[in-house]
């Protein structure tokens, strides 16, 4: 069964602080990952996606890795910002399949 | 050019009525996919629409449920005999075309309450 889990379930650390979410995955044939930030109340963002010949990709201070032989992927979140408050989906996409099949989110909370 | 917009942003209905929520897609994109979302849940995928082709309803969780989109454009998701356990926030997103490496753009969500 294809399925995505993430953890930790959430995660509070201090601005400035670095932090690693970690999302494993069962999908299969896989096509790309995407790792997705979630404010309260609002849809999701996409914040990368990386396919099979990836194994890193950053945007800003967000860097992503992805291991294919393990099945897994996390996300690095540098010098934390308040803003950064939110949930990370991990979300993984199989081959010839338009569904993208969800993680639950790790909620990251930042404190001054 | 705008996102994708969803109205109303919340529904307070009591148990029994129908609902109607509306999402506008972003201009030119052939795909428009519905989503619900539990609190602490997952995304979890209702009904996906293609162009002119028939929409794959797989993930509509029951009968009640029924999704339209009208001249590639505008969707309308109906939820009939509304129950207590349809409480959610219901996402719309639509991407360029469908696919998994398209980019799937969502609205803010329309947060239905089942009194």
């Known amino acids: 069964k294809n399925q995505v889990e993430q953890s930790p379930q959430s995660l509070i650390i201090l601005e400035g602080k670095n932090c690693t979410l970690q999302?494993?995955?069962?999908?299969?044939?896989?096509?790309?990952l995407r790792w997705y930030k979630q404010d309260t109340g609002r849809g999701p963002v996409s914040l990368t996606i990386?396919?099979?010949s990836e194994n890193t990709k950053s945007n800003g201070r967000y860097t992503a890795t992805l291991d294919a032989d393990t099945k897994q992927s996390s996300l690095h979140i540098t010098a934390s910002q308040l803003s950064d408050s939110a949930s990370y989906i991990c979300v993984v996409s199989a081959m010839g399949n338009y569904q993208l099949i969800w993680g639950a989110g790790t909620k990251l909370i930042i404190k001054p | 050019g705008a996102g994708v917009s969803q109205s109303p942003s919340n529904k307070v209905t009591e148990k029994g009525k129908d609902v109607e929520l509306r999402c506008d897609p972003i201009?030119?994109?052939?795909?428009l996919y519905w989503y619900r979302q539990s609190l602490g849940q997952g995304l979890e995928f209702l009904i996906y629409?293609?162009?002119?082709?028939?929409?794959?309803k797989s993930g509509l969780p029951s009968d009640r449920f029924s999704a339209e989109r009208t001249g590639g454009s505008v969707s309308t998701l109906t939820i009939q005999r509304t129950q207590q356990e349809d409480s959610a926030v219901y996402l719309c997103?639509?991407?360029?075309?469908?696919?998994?490496?398209?980019?799937?753009?969502f609205g803010p969500g329309t947060r239905l309450t089942v009194t």
């Open positions: 999302c494993n995955y069962t999908v299969s044939p896989f096509s790309n």
């Open positions: 629409f293609q162009g002119n082709s028939a929409p794959d």
């Open positions: 201009s030119g994109h052939t795909a």
């Open positions: 990386m396919t099979f």
């Open positions: 997103a639509s991407s360029l075309v469908g696919g998994g490496v398209y980019e799937q753009y």
